[in-house]
Structures are given as C-alpha cells and as structure tokens.
C-alpha cells in the first residue's frame, strides 16, 4: 500500500465535508417534501398527527444511519437536543464523543490496565524501531531517576485535605500546615545537597535543581490554595459548574466552602506544567485541530503538547513536520468511580472515553510515532497514560470513510497514578525522564552526562 500522504488529510477534509453538506441536504430535501405532502392531503387531523410522528421517526433513522455508516454493526448513540445543537453539520467536537463513536470506527480500549514497565517498554520499542539511530539514553536517565527518588520524598492526599477542611474548617490547617511544610523544606533541603555533587556541565545537571524547587513551590501554592480558598466570584463561577454533584446535598457554610476549594482547570494545568518541567519536559503552543474521522468532522484541543525539539528524529513524511511526542488532555471527571475494577469503562463514563480516544485519533497524524499517539488523561491531580496503536491503513481507511472496516485501534492504558505521592512518582519517574531527553535531544546539544560540550547538529 502507498504510504500515507500528509496532503490527503486536507484533500479528504474538503471532500468529506462536500459529501456530508450533500447528504444534509439530501436529507433537509426528503424531509420537505414529507411535509409538503401532509399539509396538501385531506387525512383527518389524526392521521395528520400519525404521519409526522412517523415521518420524524423515519428521519431519525436515516441521520443515525448516517453516523453509523462506518460501523460494521450499528451500536445507537445519544440523540438529545444538545447533541443535535453540537453536531449540526456533523461537526463533532472531541469533548461531545462517546465512547460508542470509537467503537463505530473500530477503536478500542484494551480489556485491563498494562503494567507500567510492559506499556513503558511497547512505547520505547515503537520508538526505536522508528528511530533506530537515536542515542542511548540510559545512563542520563538512569542517573536523575536515582536522584528523584532519594530526594522527594513528600506524600499528600489531596482529597484527604478537601474533605477534612470542609468538616473541621479553618482548625483543620494549623494541624495540617505544619508537617507538610516540614516534609517540603526536608526535600528541599536533600536536593540542594545533591545539586552539590553534580557537575552541572551540561543542560540537564543545571536544570535539575531549579526543577525540584519549581515543582515543590507549586506543590506548596496548590495545597493552600484548598487551605485557604480564594474568596473571588469570578473564581467560584468557573468553578460552579463542576460541583453542582460535589454540593448538592451541601448548604450554606458548607456548600459556599466546597465552592472555594473546588479549583478551576488552569490550576492543575499549571500544575502538571511544573510537573513534567522535573523531568525536562517542556510544553509548546497547542494547536487546534479539524481531523475528518469517518462521517464526522472532529475539532481537537489537547490542554498541554509536547513537541520533539531533536533536528535528527525524522518521521518519514517530507511535506510536513510531525513532531508532537506527548499530549495532555484534562477531563471533567474527578476521581475514579470504581476502584476495584481493572476495566477503564468502569472506572470512568463514556464521554472521558470518547474525548479522550478523539484526542489520540486526532494527533495521530501529527504524532513522531505515527501512526500510533501518546497521551495523558490527566484528572485534577491524578493521571492515566494512554497510548493508541494501529496500523497506517487504519487512519487512511477511517478517513476515507470505507467500510466495512477491516482494521482496527487499540488504546493500551496504565492504572491512575498521582503526581503528589512519592511512590506513584517512583514509578513513572524512569519514563517521564526517557521522554524528557528524547525532546531534548539535539536541542542545544548540551545533555552529554560525561560532561563533553557538543555543537550543535544542522541539517
């Protein structure tokens, strides 16, 4: 099969979206005509009555035909009036995809969670079987992955800290503060020793310190930002709409207090900013995508992106630079609904399934994995990786809107893992630092952990 040109992408968007305004005013033109012909016949009222009732059944059937058609077996999706607003013209925004509209374009999310060493492994593989030149990075990796875990020691449990300040109040932050600040100082004070034993020859022994530091202040403003809210309307506004479940059955003192400690989606944003830059991640503009995956035109908006800065890693593809190596999207749910389950569709609903598998599709074409995608399902503090596997053929045959079809995608997850415990961290930390020196490679040319200066490498 011909490889995948980067220009289809724009030749079938402009495509679909001729065929989609056909079959719209197909369907607009069947539709008049079924109620022209009711107001000229002489039925009774309520004959009337029963053919529009059966006339708008019958449209119905044919839009939800027209979502389906990819599908090899119709699986029925939301028809509320909401979506119809959202999906007029079938543009379907990834926030409004459910996990049914994966299905209809046969991407799936695998039965059970994979060990984080087996999903981390599969990653690097794909990687190295792309990239077969790229250097090793173990010992660098090796090297601040030791030094994370011997310096940063410090735990929270952050839904601990909400629930005990709404029961107890402002009490409970006196008996709080202080042995946390005290484990922050600690950590703080263990890693200004061990920045003392380090070269600091290179980029990544310079920045290792000044990561800690920025990771532990903004550690410090989130947590007393729920010890102490912020007592701003505008604040409480964005907010509102978040805890309407958290408050419901909450009044007075106690529902005008869980509106302040809920924060707003920029917090923890920033805050998983701060979180990846202690690894020598670093984010970059996020761009706005319009991606035609089947019979629907999907806009996409990743919260955070990760862009490979190497000037050596190469994709393949000559007419565009594909370069996102990691992507972060934040979804609307708070916590995992239940916890004893392996099975991500019963740890989270439908809509974080859909939206978060549209974001993969999305920026699989522009991935430096294509035609796989990395990402992030990031909830307040807490974080699932999820990684999209399929063949080339797959992205081709979903956007060419073929069918039926006879590939498929598979979405490999991890258990949830919190960025303010010690152990979660632990356990990510050796991936996370891969990532960071995979982006950083070649950047400035300056990560050699022997200490050598190297120029940098111009194509």
Known sequence: MAPFHPVMESFVK???????GRRKRK??????????????????????????????????????????????????????????????GNFLPASKWQYVDLKN????????????????????????????DSPDFGKTVGKFTKLTKENLFFSIDMDYI????????????FVFEE?????????????????????????????????????????????????????????IKQAKESIKRKTRKKTGKDKKLAEKCEASKSVYQHFFSQFGGLFFLEHSEVD????????????????????????????GFDTQERNVMLFVVEVKEKSIKNASSNRLEEQVDSGVLGQVGAELFAEAIPSFLCPNSL????????????????????????????RPLQTEGKIHFTKPFDMLKAEDRAEVCEFLYWLGCVQNHGRWSLMNTEGKQLTEQHQ
């Not at 012909?37 to 009774?44: D, F, K, L, R, Y």
């Open 105 to 132: 374009i046969n991407t799936f999310y695998c039965d059970k969670p994979q060990p984080f060493e087996e999903f981390m492994q599969i990653v690097k593989e794909d990687f190295l079987e792309k990239y077969p």
């Open 14 to 20: 402009r495509e679909s979206r001729k065929i989609v």
């Open 179 to 235: 042995p946390f600040m005290k484990n922050i100082i600690s950590d703080m004070e263990k890693a200004k020793e061990a920045d003392k034993d380090l070269e600091h020859t290179n980029l990544f022994d310079r920045k290792w310190f000044p990561a800690v530091e920025m990771f532990l202040y903004s550690t410090v403003s989130l947590v007393k930002r729920f010890l102490y809210p912020i007592d701003d309307p505008e604040y």
């Open 375 to 402: 990402g992030i399902m990031c909830m307040e503090t807490k974080l699932i990786f999820v990684y999209l596997r399929m063949p080339r053929e797959h992205i081709e045959n979903v956007i060419l809107c073929k």
């Open 27 to 88: 369907l607009e033109h069947e539709e008049q005509s079924d109620s022209s012909s009711m107001a000229g016949s002489s039925s009774t009222d309520e004959e009337c009555e029963m053919t529009c009732t059966q006339s708008k059944e019958d449209s119905k059937k044919r839009k939800s035909f027209l979502r389906s058609s990819l599908s090899k077996e119709w699986v029925s999706t939301s028809t509320s009036e909401e979506d119809n607003e959202d999906t007029e």
């Open 288 to 315: 706005e995508r319009t991606v035609v995956i089947g019979d629907k035109i999907v806009n996409s908006t990743p919260d955070l992106a990760y862009r490979t800065l190497a000037r050596k890693l190469k994709t």
């Open 162 to 173: 909400i629930r005990q300040r709404c029961i107890h109040g402002s009490s409970f932050m």
